[in-house]
C-alpha cells in the first residue's frame, strides 16, 4: 500500500482528513433543525446538543467547547443556526479567529420560522457540499495528522491487546512528525506518575501530575471518591478490579514516546508530539473535547463495543477480544484480539492499526461513519440543576 | 365544565392525551439506533448525552427520570434500548418499569448483534409492544396542564382560574433561563400538556411527550418569529381552552409539527 497521506489543506496550514460541511445549532432549541437540515441535505453533518443559552459557571467551557469545533480543520464549512444572543455571535467570531474561513450565520429571528430556516439552511448546506466535492485532496506531510486515543467499555484484555497496540502505531506516527493525543483523565488516575515519568521536562510532569489531582479533587469535592464508581459495572463485567488496573491499561494507548505537553480540555497542540488532554472518562464528552482541540482522527479501543462516532472525526473502533469482534461486526473495524489468541504478535497489530489510520486519513470510512454515528455531548463541570 | 376530549387508556400510566411509544435510550450511545427504531416505528424518542460516566446522587437520579418519562401517561408503551456496558443497565430500568406496566420491553445493543441487529430486533419488539398493546380510547374532561413561568406574566392567577375552573389541574413551574429544565420538572409530574411563557430572549421549544403551547410574548424576538408559536399572551384568557381542546384531541402543536424538543435532564454531580 501507499505509504503518502493525502488531506485538504486550511488556510490556517492545518489539515482535514475530511472534508465536512457542519450544521451546528447554538443553541438546544435548533438541535432537532439540525438533523432534520442534515438528514434533507446531500451529505452535511450535524451535532445537537442540549445548551438553551445558560448563563452559569459552566458558560466558558460550553463557549470554548463549540468555538474550537466549528474551527476543527475537517470542517469544509459551517452552517451555524442562531437566536443572535452576543454568546453565539462570541462563538462565530472566535471560530474565525481559529481559522475558519468559509461559513454562514442563519438567524432564526431574521428569517422567521424553524420551518424557513430549515429550507435556508438545506440549499446554504448544498451549495458548500458542491465546493466541498470540488475541493482536491493533496499529498500532506505527516505532521497533518492529529490523532486522539481513546477507550470505552474497557475489559480485562484492554491493557494486554488494543491499548499496547495502539500505543504502538501511535508511538509510530509521533517518530514520524505527528501529534497524539491521549486524554481522559478518570482513566489516568494512578497512572500519572508513570506518564509524569516520561514528559520531556520536568515542568511537563509536573502538569501532568498536577491536573490529575485538581481532576480528583474536583469529584471528592463532590463529596465522592471516585474510586468507588470506577471501573464501572461494565468494566467489572469485563474482568477488571480497580481504578488502578483500569489506568494502567487505559494509558497504555499512548504507546512510549515522550510528553510534549499537556492541553485543557478542547485546547489544540501547538507543535506535534505526544500530550495528554484533560478531559472526563465520558466517551462523547471526550469526543467533544477532541473536536474542540482539533484532533482530525480517532482511535478508540473496546472490550464491551460501543456504535459511537462523531459527527466530523473519523472514529477507528479497535476490539480487544475476538468475540466480541465477531458478535458485533458493525460496530468494529479492526480486531485486536488476535494478540490474546496467539494469532498476532503486538506489533503486528500495532501496524495494522498504523495501517487503517492513513487508509482513514486518505478516506476510506470507519463503521462509525457508514452507520452515521454522530454522537455529541457537552462537557459539564457544574451541576445543571439550580 | 372543559369540553370531552378523546384520550387514551394507558394501564397504570393513567389517561393520556397521546399514544406514544417511548424509545428510550438507556445511554448517550444507543440514542442513534434508538432514532432509528422510532422513525420506522413511528415512535417518540430523543437525544441525551446521560446513562454513563455519572456518579453520586446522579445515578440514581437520572434512573428516576427515565422511568419518570417511562411512566407518563402520554406513552402507551416503552422499549428500551441499551448498550450493554453503561452504568444505567437496560434490563434493570426495564424490569423497573414492568412492575408497574407490562408493556415495556428492551433490547441490548451488545447482546443484539451490532447496530444493524439490535435495529431489527428493535423494530420487532415494538411492532409487538403496538400489536398487544392497542390504543384503547375513552373520553377524559379533566387534564393535568403544566404551565412553564419562563417570564412574568400578568394574566397568569386568571390563567390558572380559568383552566381550573373547568376541571383542569394546573402545576406551575418557573424556569430560569430556558425552559429545557422546567419542561423535564413537569413530565415528571405527568403533565398532560405544557402551556409555555419562554422568556423574551428565548425561542419555543418542545418536547418529545408532550404537547407544547408556546404563548409570544409581545417582545422582538417572539414576534420576529411568531409563526413558530400557537397563540400570543394577548389572547391567550378568549382562546385558550379551545385550544387546549383542540390539542388534546389530537391537533399538533408547532413544536409537535417542528419534531423540536431536547431533553436535558436534571444533573447535580459533574460527569466523569
Redo the contacts between chains.
Sequence with gaps: MTSQLFAYKRETGQWGLRNHVLILPL???????AR?IADASDGAVAI???W????DNDLPRILFTLTGYAANPNNYAVVFLS???PNEKQIIAGAQSLGLTRFTTLS???I?????LQEKAISVANEYMKGAAAEKRIAAPWSAIVLGLECG?SDALSGITANPALGVASDRLVELGATSVLGET?EILGAEHLLAARAIDPEVGKKIVAMVARYEA??NY???D?RG??P????I??GLSTLEEKSLGAAKKAGNAPFTGVLEFGEKPLVPGLYFMDT??????QLAGFGAGHINIVVFTSG?????GSAIMPTIKVSTNTP?FE?????IDLDAGTIADGVETLAQVGDRIFDEILEVANGKQTKAEL?????F?????????? | MSASIKAFAHGNRGVGIRNHQLILPSVICSTHVSRRIATEVGGVTFAHQHGCAIIGDDVAGIDNFFIALADHPNVNSVLVIALGCETIQGQELAAKLLESNESTQYRIIQESGGVEGTVAAGVKAAKELNAAFPPATLETTSLRIGIDKGREVSVISELQKLLQGVGHEVIISESQSSSADSFSRLAQEKAHIIISFPDENQPTSGFPLMPVINVASDGVLHQAIRADFDIDESAILNDILALIDSVASGTQTVAEKNNSGEIRAPRVVRSV
Design positions: 443553541h438546544s432549541a435548533l438541535a432537532s433543525s432534520a445537537s446538543h442540549d438553551s443559552g445558560e448563563v437566536i443572535g444572543t432564526l429571528p431574521e422567521g420560522s424553524m420551518e424557513k467499555g478518570t474536583s469529584i463532590e463529596g465522592i471516585i464508581a470506577q464501572s459495572r461494565g468494566n463485567e469485563g472526563p472518562g465520558h466517551d462523547i464528552e464491551r463495543g460501543t456504535p459511537t466480541m458478535s458485533i461486526p458493525d460496530l452507520g452515521g454515528h454522530h454522537e455531548s457537552l462537557s459539564r463541570m457544574y451541576n445543571t440543576v439550580v
